[in-house]
């Protein structure tokens, strides 16, 4: 059994979009027991107001407004072109000409119309900027929507920073639904497995879902394969491990797949759970890890890094 399993799980992380990137959640009113700033703004939104000194058409203001929006959209930021309404952060489109280049800038603004920071985006011709073409817009507004969800994890991870109870302090708590569909002991051996290697993290499982911070549950498919050499049928084994936040926002999916004996996990799983189980904790513990952006560095302060920029 152990030689014929020797090199099972053939591992592959099927992440969902929050899952495999950074993605900062800076909107997020966490009520009562926020802490102050982005973590108690009362809209989940992002403003975009077409720019007035961008160096484009009235008509290319629009055009470049629209696509910043939809870059952000596209990055799971909850961004609006509209004008700023009273209590919104908001995204400050501007330009700064350098000989024959055009600079596209990028603030960030707080609902009191502070700069919290500004992002630069490559340099594009005087020229070709001032002609409005859609194909130089667009590709600016894919680099400029990357500054910005720099910027905005920045700052999530000062607010998490200045929280002494948020994830930079702690440990996530995980409440563990357990493994099902599995042939034999799978059910149990999986969810045991896990659990004893979830010790070694620096999150903690729990039996229930009181002021968990993220869901995990297990499913176990097995489907028929083809029938192999010499006739040896085979099956095809996939197990997912997914990761849900608390508000049932999917995390992502770690996927394992391999192509086994038929049956041949009829009966107990023995060090194939574990095998199993400590490859998806590790998987589980970094899903969490970039979901929660608790590993990014905090934004510096804009006012101290002004003044210290003043005086070189």
Known sequence: ????????????????LSGCLSVPHPFENRGKGGNGGIATAPTSRLDVPVPSDSALTPEGDKLWASQVTQALLDQSVPAITQPVRRGDWWLRLHTERRGDMIVPLYSVMTPQGEVRATQEGPAVPASSWAMTSPEVLRDASQQGAGQVVSILTGIMAQDMEEDPHSLKHRGARIWFQGVTGAPGDGDVSLARA???MFREMKDTIQTS??????????????????????NHPQQNIRIEWRVTDKAGNEVGIATQLHEIPAHSLDGMWGDIAVAAAGEAAGAVEEMIT???????????????SAAKNKKK
């Open 290 to 304: 970039r979901y929660s952006s608790r590993d990014a560095k905090p934004l510096p302060d804009a006012a101290k």
């Open 209 to 230: 879902g009181s002021d968990a911070d993220f869901v995990v549950h297990t499913t176990v498919h097995m489907t028929d394969g083809p029938p192999g050499t010499r």
């Open 194 to 196: 896990f659990t004893v």
């Open 1 to 16: 059994m152990k030689r014929v399993f020797s090199n099972f799980l053939s591992f592959s992380t099927v992440c969902l």
